[in-house]
């Protein structure tokens, strides 16, 4: 089955404590991207990466990093996360092509607090 | 800067059609998409134009005019499962980017 799956699900953490949010996918996308979202705001990117070892700042990538060492993975690093960091997180992936290109594929999500 | 501006929320009845209307603007366009968002769940996709014109899918249909920076969203046949959060989004910034609007909550009422 196509997916993207992302771990944790849940996290609580506490201020300072470094915690990466693996995302992976099985569709061969070379397009990956990270979203957080909160209430009224809807879904805004942090990072986004065209392909292996090319990555871009989002709207929000403060406090964020990436990396993008194989095609099929895309972690998220919080290096010193802080309460304003508590959010839900979506990975996504999308194909290539002009059709491919508008349709993302997002993983179930990871729920993270930030004490 | 860019946004997309779209209702917060709708309400209809069963069995009856709904428009969510969508308007943007942004830096740069390339297609204009719509995704589906239940309480906890991950958006899933349910349409896109990348040119002027109705787009049809199912009980669903998308709408874009470029001219005028707006799309809407159509779902007919309204069934109670259709209660969730719509979102349209934009691929913007040479088509790396994409911006989503803040949702549309949709209650369909028995």
């Known amino acids: 089955e196509a997916q993207v799956t992302q771990n944790p699900r849940y996290l609580i953490t506490v201020t300072g404590k470094k915690l990466t949010v693996t995302c992976s996918q099985n569709?061969?996308?070379?397009?990956m991207s990270w979203y957080r979202q909160d209430p009224g705001l809807g879904l805004r990117q942090i990072y986004y990466s065209m392909n292996v070892e090319v990555t871009d700042k989002g709207d929000v990538p403060e406090g964020y990093k990436v990396s993008r060492k194989e095609k099929r993975n895309f972690p998220l690093i919080l290096e010193s996360p802080s309460p304003n960091q508590t959010s839900l997180y979506f990975c996504?992936?999308?194909?290539?092509?002009?059709?491919?290109?508008?349709?993302?594929?997002f993983g179930a999500g990871s729920r993270l607090t930030v004490l | 800067g860019q946004s997309l501006e779209q209702p917060s929320e709708v309400t209809a009845v069963e069995g009856a059609i709904v428009q969510i209307n969508c308007t943007y603007q942004?830096?740069?366009?390339?297609?204009l998409s719509w995704y589906q968002q239940h309480d906890g769940g991950a958006p899933t996709f349910l349409s896109y134009?990348?040119?002027?014109g109705l787009e049809e899918t199912g009980r669903f249909s998308s709408f874009l005019s470029r001219s005028d920076s707006y799309g809407y969203l159509l779902l007919q046949e309204l069934q109670m499962k259709d209660s969730a959060s719509y979102f349209c989004a934009v691929r913007a910034e040479g088509g790396f980017k994409t911006i989503f609007g803040a949702g549309t909550r949709l209650f369909v009422k028995a």
């Open positions: 569709m061969n996308h070379e397009y």
């Open positions: 996504a992936s999308r194909g290539q092509g002009s059709s491919g290109a508008n349709v993302l594929t």
């Open positions: 942004t830096s740069g366009f390339y297609g």
């Open positions: 134009n990348a040119l002027d």
